[in-house]
C-alpha cells in the first residue's frame, strides 16, 4: 500500500468536476538546488550545511555568476576571485568559498579532497592556537607599557575624540595587529584559507607532473631503442597526458599572475580589513550622530524662561521636525562618509603579505611547468630523432629499391637473349655435335656476363650521381 501526501493526487486522480489532476511539477523539481556543503569556521568547528543556491547567495554575498565557477556540472578553468565579502576558489579538485571567519567546501565528499580538508582543518587550529597565544603575550608584555602611559594618553586627547569606542572594532584591531612570538604577523584567517586551498592545488600538480616524468623518460629510451607499435602507442598517450597537465598547470600559474599584476584584486581579498573598516565607520558616524543629538539638546536648554507656553510649544515642534531632518542627512552621509572611507582603504591597502603568500607559490608553480617544458622538450627530441630514423630507412629502402630495378633491367637484356634462342628458328647452335653445345655455352656465358657488366657500371654511375650510399 502507497501512502501520499495529502497535496499530491494519485495518477488518473479526478477532480470534483471531473477533470484530471497533473502532477505538481513543483514537488518533482524540490530539493534539486540544494548541495551539501562542509562549513568550516575559524574556531575550527566541522559541519555539513546542506542549502541551494540563494542561501549561499546571501550567506557569502556572492552574485549568481560566481556560484556557477564552482558548478561541479559545468567545466570551468582554475579561478580565484575577491569579492567584496568572499574570495571564490575554484583550483583543480578544490571549489570552496572563504569568508573572514568561515570556509564553504562543496564536494568535501570527494576522496582526493579528503586530505585537504584534513590539512585545512589542522592549519585553522594551529592558526587559532597561535593567534591565541600571542593575544596572551602582548597582553602580559604591554600590561605595563599601558599602565604607565594610561595618564599621558588621557591627557593628550581632545574633547572631541570618542570616549566609547566600540569594543568590537577594538576586538578585531587588536586581532589583526598581533603578532607571533617571533615578532611576525599573523595571518588573517582567509590568507591562512587561500594558502592552504594553494598548497593542495600545486601539490597535486607537481605530483602528477613528477609521475608523468618517471612514466615518460623510460618509454621514451625503450621507444628509441626499439621502434614497434606498442612503444608509439605508450609515447602517445603519454604525450596526451602531458598535453593535457601543461594546460592545466599554465591556467593555474596565469591566474596567480594576473592577481600579482592587480593590485585592486589583491586588495579586494582582504576580507578582514574590510570588515574592520565597515564596523569603524559605523561606529564613527555613530558617535557623530550621538554629538549632534547634544548638540540640539544644548540649543533646547538655551531657550529663554520668558517664551510663553504657546510659543515653545511650537519651537519645540519646529525643533522636532529640524532634528528629524538632520538626522536624516546625518545618515546619508554616515553611510555616504564610509563608502567613501571604505573605498579609499581598499584602494590603499597594502597588499605586500598577499603578494609575497602568491609569489611564493606562483614560484613553485612556475617551476613545476617549466618540468614539464622540459619534459616536453625531451618528447620534441625524441620525436625528431624517431624521425630521422625512419627517414634512414627509407633512404634504405629506397636504395634497395633502385638497386633491383636496375638488376630487374639487366636481366631483361639477358632474357631478351634466352627469348631469341627459344624461337622456334633452325640455327647451326642448335645442332647436336660437339662444336653446337660449345658454340651455346659461350653464348650463354658472354650474355651473363654482359649482364653483370652492365649492372655493375649502372650502380656505379649511380653512386657517381649520389643516387645510392
Excluded at 569579492?83 to 583543480?92: D, G, Q
Excluded at 649482364?451 to 645510392?468: F, M, P
Amino acid at each position: 500500500m502507497n501512502i501520499r501526501g495529502q497535496g499530491q493526487a494519485p495518477p488518473g486522480m479526478m477532480d470534483g468536476i471531473g477533470v484530471p489532476v497533473a502532477p505538481n511539477p513543483i514537488s518533482r523539481k524540490k530539493g534539486t538546488g540544494v548541495r551539501a556543503w562542509l562549513l568550516l569556521d575559524s574556531t575550527g568547528q566541522k559541519q555539513v550545511v546542506e542549502a541551494g543556491k540563494h542561501a549561499i547567495m546571501r550567506r557569502t554575498g556572492l552574485p549568481a555568476r560566481d556560484l556557477r565557477i564552482l558548478d561541479p556540472l559545468l567545466s570551468y578553468p582554475s579561478t580565484v576571485l575577491g569579492r567584496e565579502r568572499a574570495i571564490v576558489i575554484n583550483l583543480e579538485h578544490i571549489k570552496a568559498i572563504i569568508t573572514a571567519h568561515e570556509v564553504l567546501l562543496l564536494n568535501s565528499r570527494d576522496p582526493s579532497v579528503t586530505p585537504f580538508v584534513e590539512e585545512l582543518h589542522s592549519r585553522i587550529l594551529r592558526h587559532q592556537g597561535a593567534a591565541a597565544a600571542a593575544a596572551a603575550s602582548d597582553d602580559s608584555k604591554l600590561g605595563k607599557v599601558y599602565e604607565s602611559e594610561e595618564v599621558q594618553s588621557r591627557e593628550r586627547k581632545d574633547e572631541d575624540e570618542d570616549p566609547n569606542p566600540d569594543p568590537e572594532v577594538k576586538d578585531q584591531s587588536k586581532q589583526n595587529d598581533i603578532q607571533n612570538g617571533d615578532g611576525m604577523k599573523i595571518l588573517p584567517f582567509e590568507f591562512v584559507a587561500l594558502e592552504a586551498c594553494l598548497e593542495a592545488a600545486c601539490s597535486v600538480l607537481e605530483n602528477e607532473a613528477k609521475t608523468l616524468e618517471q612514466e615518460a623518460h623510460p618509454a621514451l629510451d625503450k621507444l628509441t631503442s626499439k621502434i614497434s607499435t606498442l612503444n608509439l602507442e605508450r609515447v602517445r598517450q603519454i604525450k596526451s597526458r602531458l598535453v593535457a597537465i601543461t594546460g592545466r598547470v599554465q591556467k593555474v600559474r596565469d591566474e596567480l599572475e594576473h592577481l600579482l599584476d592587480d593590485d585592486d584584486d589583491m586588495a579586494e581579498m582582504y576580507l578582514t580589513d574590510k570588515l574592520q573598516q565597515v564596523h569603524s565607520s559605523s561606529a564613527s558616524s555613530i558617535n557623530d550622530d550621538d554629538d549632534d543629538d547634544v548638540h540640539h539638546l544644548d540649543v533646547d536648554d538655551s531657550i529663554p524662561p520668558e517664551i510663553s507656553l504657546e510659543a515653545a510649544a511650537t519651537a519645540a515642534a519646529s525643533d522636532e521636525d529640524n532634528q528629524h531632518d538632520d538626522r536624516l542627512l546625518v545618515g546619508v552621509s554616515r553611510e555616504s562618509r564610509a563608502s567613501t572611507t571604505y573605498s579609499t582603504t581598499t584602494k590603499h591597502l597594502d597588499v605586500e603579505e598577499l603578494e609575497m603568500l602568491l609569489e611564493a607559490y606562483f614560484v613553485q608553480i612556475d617551476g613545476t611547468l617549466n618540468k614539464l617544458s622540459t619534459l616536453r622538450e625531451y618528447v620534441d627530441d625524441t620525436e625528431d630523432y624517431i624521425n630521422i630514423m625512419l627517414d634512414d630507412k627509407q633512404n634504405h629502402l629506397l636504395q634497395m629499391g633502385v638497386m633491383l630495378t636496375t638488376a630487374t633491367l639487366v636481366v631483361s637484356a639477358f632474357v631478351v637473349v634466352a627469348g631469341i634462342f627459344g624461337m622456334n628458328i633452325h640455327i647451326e647452335l642448335f645442332n647436336s655435335d660437339v662444336a653446337g653445345n660449345r658454340e651455346f655455352l659461350w653464348t650463354v656465358g658472354g650474355s651473363t656476363a654482359g649482364t653483370i657488366l652492365l649492372y655493375v657500371v649502372a650502380i656505379a654511375w649511380c653512386k657517381h650521381k649520389r643516387l645510392l650510399e
